[in-house]
């Protein structure tokens, strides 16, 4: 039934050639389906509100002693947890569309070669939008507020989704490199934990020793955290976005490529 849907050609006769659009379209929307029948965005709605009551109810009393509003301070890394959720997701994806033999079911069709891997991407774009919408709602509820008018509110959302998109890209190539969905979703989610814990996204840079201060402040977690708190607060500068903005575009340089490479190839 795949096969007929993404190998449909758009006009008539010997000589007509298969739509890439057509097989994109198709594709993401089987996935979009499988993930509302399977409860995917469901779950992609209540992860940030796991992340927003484990993050925020802890620390918001000793934070607050300390002059810090802790809804502002904290909702960046609420955000980033939230869709780096979705890379894991990502990589279980590719292993599971590999392990099962669809991937390479695609390579024996006329199928682009470019188009499984975007029909995942959006899929993954899909959740990351849900997640973040969830994560705001959240966050609204524990009074993060966006205070600086829509610009810096849209420039704080299409980060997000940069910064999901970028880890996605990344997740998809190690779940194709992967025979295992589990074993890959295991190896994604410490990573993950110990950048975040070890970041700026949940208590300022004083609150770690100073041996290991100078990777907390420059890893990437604390210098997207620096500059989607100075977005939501309207005080985003050069300075500061310019640091996240590069590591941005090494992510995207490192990760595209390899998901482009682990996608096509015919092993």
Known sequence: MTADIVAA????????????????????????????????????ALAPLVFTLGFYLPLRHVM???????????????VMQAVAFTAISAAQLAAGERARGFTTRMKTMPVGGWVPLCARMTA????????????????????FRFQAGIGQAVMFCLAALGIGLALSLGG?????????????????????LILGMLSCGFVPEEGFPEWIRPFVRNQPISQFAYA??????????????????????????VFAPLAVWASMRRT
């Open 172 to 192: 998809d190539a190690i779940g194709n490199l992967s025979k295992s969905p589990e074993a890959t979703a295991q190896a994604l989610t410490l990573p993950q």
């Open 228 to 253: 989607m708190r100075d977005m939501a607060d309207g005080g985003i500068t050069w300075s500061v976005l310019m640091p996240a903005a590069l590591w941005f575009i090494g992510l995207v340089l």
């Open 9 to 44: 050609p758009t006009t008539t006769g010997p000589a007509a050639r298969p739509s890439a659009i057509g097989q994109w379209w198709a594709l993401s929307s089987r996935l979009i389906r499988t993930m509302v029948v399977r409860g995917e965005l469901v779950i992609a």
């Open 124 to 143: 993954c774009m899909v959740r990351s939008i849900v997640s973040l919408a969830a994560a705001l709602t959240y966050g609204y509820m524990i009074g």
């Open 64 to 78: 607050q002693l300390s002059g810090i509003n802790y809804a502002q301070f904290v909702m960046p890394i609420i």
